[in-house]
């Protein structure tokens, strides 16, 4: 039923459930990013589980809750919850930096969410630090407790959601030239190891930090071939995982463990593209790599009917352009920031 203007049909959406967030990661926030809105200005549960009924009765099957931190938008495990027993939902998934996993992992599971995609792109404390800067929402922490903000809350999250059977379990590396690509080959074999399936990304220019974060991008190619040469093996593509969403899968020859890598940049994938994205504001933003939007939040404010609603997200799916603006140097809008718009 949500068909756009180039046939493709919207049957997947990425919800923002908060623009806040625990780490200051280089590719997503800039160093002095202020942090967000009164929470007045987010949607709130019953506003979101209202539009995610109406998307859902429009024909999207699949909701991937994200951010900001998802795991810090107060009682998520209720939201979660609430959003599973909506009638035509067939996937709910959740995108998360796993800090807090550790302690939400079982809730979340039982609440009723499928599968969680980790963010991760170093196994090194010192890289993984520089990267996601996780002392500076509370730099006064004692030495002793800093784990709880670093990576191994992180390792710890990863290893709460394979035993709360949130699997498969996707880890998310940004690949960036000069900070982590020494590890792509590390990556790989810790993915392996813990059964995690890991996907290389490529740096996208969204908002400011992401723009910065050009001059160290690795197109997925070259990934694919440090990966064969360093394994003196081919890798090969499986076809049958493509599915509908944007990672393209490969193995090893002589391994049955699978990697993917999503390149947004070096070979978009617009044409299959099957998604759109709420803000946390209540914005539908029709492609990452564009800045329209329709406001949702304001018609719903303003007392919009059900069917009002189904025919504003029916004209905003009529304006899904047919592809991205990354390549084009007129695309950096300050505006669009990552952690808002829910990656
Ligand atoms: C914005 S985060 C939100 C969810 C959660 N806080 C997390 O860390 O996974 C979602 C994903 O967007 C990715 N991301 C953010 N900015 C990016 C950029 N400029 N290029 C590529 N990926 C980016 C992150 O690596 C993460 O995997």
Redesign the pocket.
Known sequence: MLTDSFGRTIRYLRVSVTDR?N?F?N??RLPNETLSPNNRELLDFDELVRLLRLFLALGVERIRL?????LLRRNIVGLVQEIAQLPGLRELTL???ALLLARHAAALRAAGLHRV???L?SLHPHTFDRITQPHRLLPDLPSERQEVLGLPAVLAGIDAALRAGLQPVKI?M?VMRGINDSEIVDMVQFAHRHGLLLRF???????E??ME?ADHFIPAEEILQRIQNHFASQLIPVEDKRGSGPARYFRLADSAAELGVISARSRHFCDTCNRMRLTSKGSLVYCLGRSDRMDLKQLLRNGASDAELQAAILAAVALKPQQHEFNQSEFYRPGNR??AL??
């Open positions: 967030c780490l990661c590719y997503c994200t951010g900001g931190e998802p995108t998360t930096n995609n980790i963010s792109d998310n940004v990304i490529e740096t996208m220019p969204v908002g930090a992401g974060m990552m952690s829910g990656g």
